[in-house]
């Protein structure tokens, strides 16, 4: 339990040094910055909340994985996706906010639809 709250808690702050790919018009780096702020306070209950259930769903079926030498790449592939989730959510609640994804490169990013 402890490995999993250590986890979230480094996606977390990985997601906190990932470059601010919004913009608003009209808006300024302080506005960006408490916007920003107040997401990430909304989506790591979320996620947390989420994971927490989900640790005690695994935790239950950990002895056969073990068994078979299955435990880590379930674990793997729960982080990965606890990170998209997170990164996700990230997305939609700063578009909810009015702030929209720059374009990167010279492909333009299709709008999230979820």
């Known amino acids: 339990m402890k490995l999993a709250i250590a986890l979230v808690l480094a996606a977390a702050a990985m997601s906190a040094?990932?470059?601010?790919?919004?913009s608003k018009e009209g808006?300024?780096?302080?506005?960006f910055t408490k916007d920003q702020s107040q997401c990430r306070t909304q989506v790591r209950a979320m996620t947390q909340q989420e994971r927490n259930i989900d640790d005690q769903r695994r935790a239950v079926f950990s002895g056969e994985r073990e068994r078979f030498g299955q435990q880590e790449l379930y674990s793997d592939m729960a982080n990965q996706g606890y990170k998209?989730?997170?990164d996700r959510?990230?997305?939609?609640?700063?578009?909810?906010?009015?702030?929209?994804p720059?374009?990167?490169?010279?492909?333009?990013?299709?709008?999230?639809?979820w």
């Open 27 to 31: 808006a300024d780096a302080e506005q």
């Open 102 to 113: 720059k374009q990167n490169g010279p492909i333009p990013m299709p709008k999230l639809s």
């Open 17 to 22: 040094c990932a470059p601010r790919d919004f």
């Open 89 to 100: 959510l990230m997305a939609r609640c700063m578009e909810a906010r009015g702030w929209a």
């Open 84 to 86: 998209y989730n997170f």
